[in-house]
């Protein structure tokens, strides 16, 4: 063998060795690039995952808001009426808008002599001057299908300047998340003051909306006006 032919072998060799070695790296670069691919692919889909849970999320709470607040804006007047004036404007209103009606009926009813507002010892004077007599139980408070109801008309008296007590119970009894509350009034002549106000808070829920009050014999069509103003 001469010496050139021994050289020319040995470079082979040589090159041989290295591409074998550089096809390593190369094999294990490419392993390590599809890991990175996996990987990647993995944290995409982990994001998309996390992304069609979030989706999911506000979709199911977008369903459940729509059971709260009533797809099909259904609405409800309802009213206490002691004398049967707050009947003809809720009835009025009712029948403008399409809505149902809920009366509250206390359990025990008053009569003339108990709504003698006139006389000390009448059983509304007396509940009047003494706060923790105006805890008024109603005959019910529960409204079937309440939960379709997406707004809530609320007639009452004015009583001493506030919406007749027997109203409370009704109030506090309900749930009024995600519905739009809008009360209303009768009086001889004071206006609804603070009346609506004071319904809120004890309720604690709802949209409460600005009142109207009515004077106890106007004609009814101004309550057929105004609620067609407010549309629902
Ligand atoms: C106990 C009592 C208190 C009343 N207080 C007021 C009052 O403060 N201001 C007013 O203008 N009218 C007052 N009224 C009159 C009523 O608000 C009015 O007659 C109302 O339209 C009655 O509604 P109803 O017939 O649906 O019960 C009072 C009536 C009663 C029985």
Redesign the pocket.
């Known amino acids: 063998m001469t010496k050139k032919r021994i050289i020319s072998m040995v470079l082979g060799v040589t090159m041989a060795i290295g591409l074998l070695t550089g096809c390593g790296a190369a094999g294990k670069q490419s392993e390590s690039d599809t890991k990175e691919t996996i990987n990647k692919t993995e944290n995409v889909k982990a994001t998309q995952s996390t992304e069609t849970n979030a989706a999911d999320k506000i979709k199911n709470t977008e369903s459940a808001q729509n059971t709260d607040t009533n797809a099909d804006g259904k609405t409800l007047v309802v009213?206490?009426?002691?004398?049967?004036?707050?009947?003809k404007f809720a009835d009025a209103i009712a029948e403008e808008l399409g809505a149902d009606t809920f009366e509250l009926v206390p359990v025990d009813e008053y009569t003339s002599e108990d709504?003698?507002?006139t006389k000390k010892n009448s059983r509304?004077?007396k509940e009047?001057d003494d706060v923790s007599l105006r805890n008024i139980a109603l005959k019910t408070t529960k409204v079937e299908n309440w939960e379709s109801y997406d707004t809530v008309y609320i007639g009452?008296?004015?009583?001493?300047?506030i919406a007749?007590w027997p109203v409370d119970d009704f109030v506090k009894n309900n749930d009024f998340t995600g519905k739009t509350v809008i009360p209303f009034?009768?009086?001889?002549?004071?206006g609804i003051g603070e009346s609506g106000e004071i319904l809120k808070g004890y309720a604690g829920t709802g949209n409460w909306l600005e009142g109207k009050r009515f004077q106890?014999d106007e004609n009814v069509a101004s309550a057929r006006k105004w609620a067609a103003s407010i549309g629902k």
Do not use: E, F, N, R
């Not at 009213?79 to 009947?87: D, E, L």
């Not at 009034?185 to 004071?190: D, I, K, N, P, V």
């Open positions: 009213y206490y009426s002691a004398q049967g004036h707050t009947v709504l003698d507002w509304v004077t009047h009452y008296p004015i009583w001493w300047g007749a009034a009768t009086s001889t002549s004071s106890q």
